[in-house]
């Protein structure tokens, strides 16, 4: 059974940094396509970073020079490193594996089969 779990999700101030974990099982995760999405109230789930199992990544224009997407591969994890973080990156964030050995960079919920539960974060002005 596949299972994803987030963490590291909290309450920041604007400027501040994160570091989310999905701790993963079930997979193992670098042999898969990885993804972080974000869904804010009232909008829809979007794409915030991605990794493939050759480590090649890309990110949301939004987030380009202050997230990072990084997996530890002894650990079965994946990460997603948040600095000067604004209010509008205030949303649930959402890990995901997609497709096992993947060579291009997903960017629809439809192409991840696997989620976790999302975690919170939440950047105050």
């Known amino acids: 059974q596949v299972q994803l779990v987030e963490s590291g999700g909290g309450l920041v101030q604007a400027g501040g940094s994160l570091r989310l974990s999905c701790a993963t099982s079930?997979?193992?995760?670098?042999?898969?396509?990885m993804g972080w999405f974000r869904q804010a109230p009232g909008k829809e789930r979007e794409f915030v970073a991605a990794m493939t199992w050759l480590k090649q990544t890309n990110y949301v224009d939004s987030v380009k020079g202050r997230f990072t997407i990084s997996r530890d591969n002894a650990k079965n994890a994946v990460y997603l490193q948040m600095n000067s973080l604004k209010p509008e990156d205030t949303a649930v964030y959402y890990c995901a594996a997609g497709s096992k050995y993947s060579t291009s960079i997903r960017y629809s919920t439809d192409d991840y089969a696997y989620w976790g539960q999302g975690t919170q974060v939440t950047v105050s002005s």
């Open positions: 079930g997979l193992t995760s670098s042999t898969y396509a």
